[in-house]
């Protein structure tokens, strides 16, 4: 009995390809990212390619997307290669936040009018997802970056403007007007 063995050692080969984004990854709901997928021309090759964003698919090979719904949604890309029919797939992940909904409510939301002088608690009942930044206006030369501030008013008629801020760009605006009098 006499054996013999042979070793072959081949090459796995398999397409590239990479993903570029012109915003995110973390983005807000309805906001569009223009993708662009690395084409393969070697030799006289190029790819197909196929897209799957879970709320849809696309054969271009730029695609852009409008991200209607929040979450983390991850985006494959599949690509073959022409003149081999070899493929390969690559994602990556898009954070989807929802736009904040400014709000915000005093003990004095129910009055037309206010006794001075009187200080104001305002109480943040914002809707947010993700970390955000405020802004708030008292309509009186002052402002603050707080969550929940109290500012004192004198005599006058003051439209205090919240905007809510989150880190990846959404904002939104709520305004009330306080009269102070006595």
Known sequence: GCMDSITHIGELYEPLSSITLD???????????????????????????????????????????TFTENGDINVQLTFTEAATGCTNTIDTLINVFKEPVADFETPF??????????????????????????????????????????????KGEYTVQFIVRSFYGCRDTFERTYRLVG
């Open 23 to 65: 915003n995110g990854p973390k983005i807000c709901v309805d906001e569009i990212i223009n993708f662009t997928a690395e084409d393969f021309t070697e030799q006289g090759s190029f790819l197909e390619f196929e897209w799957d964003y879970q709320s849809g698919t696309s054969q271009e090979q730029n695609p852009e997307i």
């Open 109 to 154: 939301d129910s009055l037309d009018v206010i006794c001075h002088p009187q200080q104001i608690e305002f109480t943040n009942t914002s809707e947010e997802d993700g970390p955000v930044l405020y802004s708030w206006d008292f309509g009186n030369n002052s402002s603050s970056s707080l969550e929940e501030p109290t500012i004192a008013y004198e």
